[in-house]
């Protein structure tokens, strides 16, 4: 079986563009969450999404949103890049949204802003 | 608000010998307990949990940890590290009204052979 899959693997954006960052559950999977990795720190959450609907958001300014589709795949947009969003944005699938539930990471998007 | 503190921001060990990965937490309520290891260029891969009933978890590849209420601790170990466990581990809370992971700063644990 597949596990979570994002796209691209690589980016690289300048100051004030934006981005898309795309992910792909694991099978049955309906709940998909957004986390930001910065280099030498533990990752940080962003979004989760459940069923399509937002469920939670961390402490991130309004140029980060993001969507969950009816296939429960999800985008990770970011507004007027800055410098310091270059990270690895990880991706997390978990099949419901009960707090116990692990959650399985994928490879992730290393985004870098120059 | 919760919190996840790993002290150690490296970790030594020889082949063979057994390993401890450190970390506290602080959460309101009872805690739902999570280790991950990532490896270099990858995302995170779930070892292990605490949710409720024995203080020890068992998890893939050998790895246990022992929750400890009162020094709200949950440490990873394992009784003989192999070279291949060496990567950076990951502790993390989440309470039981919470959507989301908070993770801790991450533990890298070198296995020398």
């Known amino acids: 079986d597949a596990g979570v899959t994002q796209s691209p693997t690589h980016l690289i954006k300048t100051r004030g563009q934006h981005v898309t960052l795309r992910c792909s559950p694991i099978?049955?999977?309906?709940?998909v969450s957004w986390y930001q990795q910065v280099l030498g720190q533990g990752p940080q959450f962003i979004f989760q999404?459940?069923?399509?609907?937002?469920?939670g958001r961390g402490n991130f300014p309004d140029r980060f949103s993001a969507r969950q589709f009816p296939n429960y795949s999800s985008e990770l947009n970011v507004n007027a890049l800055l410098l310091g969003d270059s990270a690895l944005y990880l991706c997390?699938?978990?099949?419901?949204?009960?707090?116990?539930?692990?959650?399985?990471f994928g490879p992730g998007t290393r985004l870098t802003v120059l | 608000a919760q919190s996840v503190a790993q002290p150690e921001d490296q970790v030594n060990v020889a082949e063979g010998n057994p390993l401890t990965v450190k970390c506290t937490y602080s959460v309101s309520g009872n805690p739902y307990l999570f280790w991950y290891v990532q490896y270099p260029n990858r995302g995170l891969q779930f070892l292990l949990k605490?949710?409720?009933?024995?203080?020890l978890v068992k998890g893939s590849y050998g790895f246990e940890a022992e929750f400890n209420k009162s020094q709200t601790s949950f440490h990873l170990k394992k009784p003989s590290a192999l070279v291949s466990d060496s990567a950076l581990y990951f502790c993390?809370?989440?309470?039981?009204?919470?959507?989301?992971?908070?993770f801790g700063p991450g533990t890298r644990l070198s296995v020398l052979p």
């Open positions: 605490y949710i409720t009933g024995d203080n």
């Open positions: 999404y459940y069923e399509k609907e937002e469920r």
């Open positions: 099978s049955g999977h309906k709940s």
């Open positions: 993390a809370v989440r309470d039981r009204g919470g959507q989301n992971f908070v």
């Open positions: 997390a699938s978990s099949w419901a949204q009960g707090t116990y539930n692990e959650q399985f």
